[in-house]
């Protein structure tokens, strides 16, 4: 197709020519805007200041009051344990997982693992711990009374511990697959394999060998999502809510107590306890990458020892039986929730329920569907939009050249980075001034907020790895750019854009603040419906809910595994993108 | 013609806004059509589902939808009201009916945040029991037509009796609880059969719980309140968890008795027992009891904000929940086991016939055994009560 002879065609290209380089910074507006709006709005109450209300500011009271709340210290020190040590211990896993194993049988079995263990909600994955490890839990009734002694459950506190225990192991399970994800990214990149042989050659154990040679050069590439780890380990709410002890709660917790309150004063206190735990992450991120520093000095001078490792085999021991407990952890926890799904009565210590029953399902399936159907309607236009924001960065990128520079990939992290509980309150209350209605489409634009960047980091690295010398030969053909894109291109990373759409989905059907403070309760997706359940305590409920939640985020990976497969049957080149 | 056409702009808000709860064909009228969002308390499976089935039937009858926004706390709703007089939407909120407890009612009501009075104007009022039940006050705040009465609850504990027998007093309680540890909790406070929880130790421990009926003041709530956090200073280490951890909600500890974790629990509704051993949630061998000096009780209350922009639909919902379809529904134990606001001797016979028929369940009290209401002490004991036991059990260590 000539396009000379199209004049229509042409003017339309030429649109699109002005229209691609504005992508760019349409994306960073989409993404940015609502987080900017949202820390507007949330600093302006935390120094008194609601005109709305009748309150002008600028007074120290909120802050008084949140520092006289008798929980405040306690709440502060769960934040920054749970989360710096939910952190340490996942990158240390995975680190000598990846270590230990990467390459060998058992290495390959955990990543053939690692979609559905990603797609697994978060609220999913505590809620099947929770039934796995509270005194009453699977693990106990296995164990009960042959072993135990127990024909009634010990009072013990597990689950909700005072030290955030349990909540720290709900998010290592599944923080360890994300981190392991960014590191198998991040070794294609690193020229890994070579360095670890080349150490092996040296003498070096495995494990040793690789901290020395590989680690560095990995970690500076996971470095962003570490930090992405450890912000949402400190001020996520809905596995707080599960698995979090509750006198007192998390910081987190307790902010969103504090915006629901119908004393007006509270909010202003929840407004000043938001950008305390924004100072909270801020100041953590400092003390992680002052920490780095220290590692960095003091594995020099590990290198420069020249020791060869001695204790590599317990080492990379533990690292495997971590990586596989914690995977064993979530699937087990799905189990349970299956089996309570179906349960009649279950009493303790049977291992299994009574009798097997379709009551549960039949009671709850109205409420599912209506759940799920919501959870789709926000889905699939939010998806749809992160790709196609996405997909015109990088081809504007790839045009004209608009790389993102280091400082880029900061901005692409910041909605990760900056705690939910900071800056959604803000948000939801600089929409109500700006007269906009609560409802799919605000939650929508919550839900893109988060969705973007993770589509974006999917998509981007396939989508730059492609052999641009196929581009070439096209155009050579007489093929424009947008045949390009249209006809080689984006064929050719089907399956990427089929991992990164369904990436998407999984970020948005697992989010639960956004969709609670923004769809101001009229929005009632799977997520926000099973963490209400949770406060029920009615298990079987739970059981439908958490499982229809995780089905809706796996079932895109399944898809994004068999479409190409199916559609690129005979052209064997294609499937991989 | 401009005028005309200005009055035309104003006139369908106008009508929206001012139909006569009284005139009942208007309010039906107004009311097809709408869209109603009734925030309620979701937590409870039972409930949902009992809303799912009222929106059926006022939408057969009415031609209203009925949307239920599931809370996991009522404050919610307060404050989204709030929030959104704050930026001046006054007309069409996103809220239109709330099941309000006590202290938000009270709350709401003093800011003008409500629509009313609508609720005596309504044709089912005629049934309900104005004189046995307390359905003209909550919390002793006068009700004044603002809400519109549907359940009535009233504390039973909840056990299970292979493992222990009933008890006559909360002192009783104590006492079993000490040599029994860890068989015991109450949901945290300040979810509200928490709070209940601590008002019912109150009303029982105090000579004369009188005293409650008035606003709690600095000059006598440290006196009236000791009794209350000697009790506690007692039970606490002898709670469930040793009192460190408290479970959410109410229907939270149904699984606790399942798995055998602890032995008596509290309920704020008679049937809720039988209704969850019928669920497979209890044993079969739960019962009930209430104390010898009697429990409090309350009535459950529907509200509708002022901003809604479906009140007509509301107010049809409401008085839909007070007819004797939805009560007789409500108390089935399969159901939801709740008591009726109804005076069932002034039903029509074969709405009274209905009532009767009722098989209460396994473990529900009769309404004899049930025996005295303890009246709701005014929401002001509440909040201070609720402030002072986060202070002392809520950030324990």
Redesign the interface.
């Known amino acids: 197709m000539d396009e000379i002879a199209f004049p229509g065609r042409a003017r339309r290209s030429d649109m699109r020519r002005r229209f691609l380089p504005v992508l760019p910074a349409l994306t960073l507006v989409v993404m940015l805007g609502p987080v900017i709006a949202g820390l507007y709005g949330t600093v302006l109450p935390a120094f008194g200041h609601l005109p709305a209300a009748g309150l002008s500011g600028p007074t120290l009271d909120p802050w008084r009051a949140l520092f006289d709340w008798p929980g405040i210290g306690r709440a502060v020190a769960l934040s920054v344990t749970v989360g710096m040590g939910a952190t340490v211990t996942a990158l240390t896993l995975v680190m000598l997982l990846t270590a230990g194993w990467s390459g060998t049988r058992a290495f390959k079995a955990l990543e053939r693992l690692l979609s559905p263990l990603l797609s697994v909600p978060h609220a999913a994955a505590a809620f099947g711990l929770a039934f796995l490890i509270a005194p009453s839990g699977w693990i106990a009734r296995a164990t009960s009374p042959w072993l135990t002694g127990w024909d009634r459950p010990p009072d013990l506190l597990i689950v909700q511990d005072g030290w955030g225990l349990s909540m720290m192991a709900g998010l290592i399970i599944k923080e360890v697959p994300f981190l392991l994800l960014m590191t198998l990214a991040a070794l294609g990149q690193s020229d890994a394999s070579r360095a670890a042989l080349v150490s092996q050659s040296l003498g070096y154990g495995r494990v040793t060998g690789w901290l020395k040679a590989v680690f560095p050069r990995v970690y500076r590439q996971i470095r962003l999502p570490v930090y992405v780890t450890l912000a949402y380990a400190m001020s996520v709410v809905d596995v707080a809510l599960i698995l979090g002890p509750n006198t007192p709660a998390p910081l987190s917790v307790q902010i969103v107590r504090w915006m629901s309150d119908p004393e007006i004063a509270a909010r202003l206190v929840g407004a000043a306890g938001a950008l305390l735990q924004l100072g909270l992450v801020v100041a953590a991120l400092l003390v992680w990458w002052m920490g780095e520093r220290v590692v960095a000095r003091l594995g020099c001078l590990w290198v420069e020892s020249g020791a060869r490792g001695r204790l590599d085999r317990p080492v990379a021991a533990v690292g495997l039986g971590g990586g596989a407990l914690s995977a064993a952890a979530v699937l087990l926890g799905l189990a349970v929730l299956t089996v309570w799904s179906f349960a009649a009565y279950w009493g303790f210590p049977d291992v299994l329920p009574d009798g097997l029953t379709f009551a549960n399902w039949e009671r709850h399936l109205r409420g599912v569907v209506a759940a799920a159907t919501d959870t789709v309607l926000i889905a699939s236009p939010v998806v749809a939009v992160a790709v196609v924001l996405t997909i015109g960065c990088l081809e504007a990128e790839y045009r004209h050249g608009l790389t993102l520079s280091q400082r880029g990939m900061w901005l692409l992290y910041l909605p990760l980075l900056i705690p939910q509980v900071a800056f959604l309150p803000g948000f939801q209350i600089f929409l109500l001034n700006m007269g906009a209605d609560t409802g799919h489409l605000p939650v929508m634009v919550a839900h893109l907020v988060f969705v973007l960047p993770y589509v974006f980091l999917s998509l981007a690295d396939p989508f730059r790895a492609w052999d641009a010398r196929v581009g070439t030969v096209a155009a050579a053909l007489g093929a424009s750019p947008n045949r390009v894109l249209w006809g080689v291109r984006l064929p050719m990373l089907l399956r990427p854009v089929l991992t990164a759409m369904a990436v998407g989905i999984a970020v948005s059907v697992g989010q639960y603040l956004p969709t609670l403070l923004i769809g101001g309760g009229r929005v009632a997706t799977l997520t926000t419906e099973a963490v209400a359940l949770s406060s029920g305590g009615d298990r079987r409920a739970i059981g439908v809910f958490g499982l229809i939640q995780t089905a809706a985020a796996l079932v895109p990976f399944a898809l994004a595994l068999a479409i190409p497969a199916i559609v690129w049957r005979n052209r064997k080149g294609l499937r991989h993108g | 013609m401009r005028h005309l056409a200005i009055l035309a702009t104003f006139l369908p808000g106008m009508a929206l806004a001012q139909t006569d709860p009284a005139d009942w064909e208007a309010v039906t009228e107004a009311a097809e059509g709408q869209t109603v ?1 009734w ?1 309620a308390w ?4 039972t409930t ?2 009992f809303i ?1 089935w009222v929106a059926e039937r006022v939408n057969e009858d009415y031609g209203v939808t009925l ?1 239920h ?5 009522t ?6 009201v ?3 007089k ?4 006054d007309d069409d909120g ?1 809220i239109d009916m709330i099941w309000i407890n006590g202290a ?1 009612f009270a ?2 009501k003093e800011q003008d945040l409500l629509f009313g009075p609508f609720a005596e104007q309504l044709p089912n009022w005629q049934y309900v029991d104005v004189d046995g039940k307390t359905v003209q006050t909550d919390f002793t705040v006068p009700v004044d037509g603002y809400e519109a009465p549907w359940a009535m609850a009233q504390v039973v504990f909840d056990y299970d009796s292979e493992d222990v027998s009933p008890m006559g007093s909360m002192q009783e309680i104590l006492e079993w609880s000490k040599a029994n ?2 068989r015991f909790t109450y949901p ?1 406070p300040p979810d509200f059969l928490g709070t209940t929880v601590l008002k019912q130790i109150l009303v029982d421990v105090l000579d004369d719980p009188a005293v409650l009926q008035e606003p709690a003041t600095d000059a006598n709530y440290d006196d009236v309140t000791a009794p209350l956090w000697a009790y506690l200073d007692e039970l606490t280490p002898t709670l ?10 109410g ?6 008795i ?4 602890i032995d008596l629990s509290i309920s704020f509704s008679p049937g809720a027992a039988s209704a969850a051993i019928a ?3 209890l ?1 079969p061998s739960v019962r009930t009891f209430v104390l010898d000096k009697g429990t409090i009780g309350n009535a459950s209350f529907v509200a509708i904000p002022y901003n809604s922009g479906s009140k007509e639909g509301a107010m049809v919902v409401a008085n839909f929940l007070m007819s004797p379809e939805a009560q007789v529904r409500a108390q089935d134990p399969d159901v939801l086991g709740y008591g009726t606001v109804l005076d069932v001797a002034s039903l029509p016979d074969g709405d009274r016939a209905a009532f009767e028929a009722l098989d209460l369940g396994i473990a529900t009290l009769s309404p004899e055994e049930l025996g005295t209401v303890q009246a709701e002490p005014h929401p002001s004991w509440m909040t201070r009560i609720a402030d002072d036991w ?2 002392r ?5």
């Open positions: 969002f925030n979701g937590g409870s499976t949902n589902s799912l949307e926004v599931k809370l996991t706390d404050a919610d709703a307060v404050t989204r709030l929030a959104e704050q930026a001046g939407e996103a938000n709350a709401m540890p860890g945290q469930w968890r040793g009192g460190e951890a408290y479970p959410p909600t229907t939270a500890m149904f699984p606790l399942a798995d055998d974790e669920n497979n949630e044993p986060a202070r059990y809520g950030v324990s260590q």
